[in-house]
């Protein structure tokens, strides 16, 4: 029995590849939970998001460059020191950065119909961690620079800021790896079928065994 035993779990670990039946469902499963398909109406609200965004964010852009190109032949004054301008010039390109990938997303969501739940989220969690921790710490930096009155209330938004980046990175993180679980958990209930198809005969019968030998 011992050797019917061992050729038994060789035949679980020696699978053949899955069947074409069970690889068209793991991937139309994997594809429902990583594809969301929007509606006409959507498209159409993707589609002049994207544009506002688009035009948004090229014109904060230019302004931001406008801003640092004004500002490298301006002279430090007592009231308006140069690194004020080059810090408010630094947030305002970067908030036009920020938006030129959120456009471009909703630009592919409308073309395609579709919202990729990985790589668009990804994107959006990178762009938005990215502006909130830069923008934070550019209010720190402004802080030093500013009226007693008025640099305890920016301090508080800089870290407020600099939170929101932090928790948003650990969320976004935290739902990668839930769907990274849960991508693995579809290719084992692919592999359980599999080995169910293939050992439907159950383990092979020892004919050598004494327990199968003719009585004489």
């Known amino acids: ?15 053949d590849r899955p069947s074409p039946e069970l690889r068209r469902h793991y991937e139309k499963e994997v594809h429902a939970m ?13 589609l002049v998001a994207a544009v506002l965004l688009g035009l948004l964010g090229v014109y904060w852009s230019l302004t931001g460059l406008g801003i640092l190109a004004t500002a490298v032949g301006r002279e430090d004054t007592p009231v308006y020191p140069l690194p004020v301008f080059l ?23 409308y073309r395609k119909g579709v919202f990729n739940q990985r790589n668009d989220r990804g ?34 938004v800089a870290l407020v ?23 693995k958990l579809l290719e084992i209930e692919l592999r359980l079928a599999e080995i169910g198809e293939n050992t439907k005969a159950g383990p092979p019968t020892d004919t050598s065994s004494p327990q199968h030998q003719p009585s004489a």
């Open 1 to 15: 029995m011992n050797g019917s035993k061992k050729q038994f779990v060789e035949q679980l670990l020696a699978a």
């Open 87 to 109: 810090i408010l010039a630094f947030c305002i390109l970067a908030t036009g950065l920020a938006l030129l990938p959120v456009a471009g997303m909703l630009l592919r969501a």
């Open 123 to 156: 994107w959006a969690a990178g762009a938005g961690v990215t502006y909130a921790g830069l923008l934070g710490s550019l209010f720190l930096l402004l802080c030093r620079y500013l009226p007693e009155m008025l640099r305890d209330s920016v301090q508080v």
């Open 161 to 183: 800021l600099l939170l929101y980046a932090a928790v948003a990175w650990v969320r976004h993180r935290i739902a990668q790896a839930e769907m990274r679980t849960a991508e």
């Open 34 to 46: 990583l594809e969301k398909s929007i509606g006409p109406r959507q498209r159409r609200l993707c």
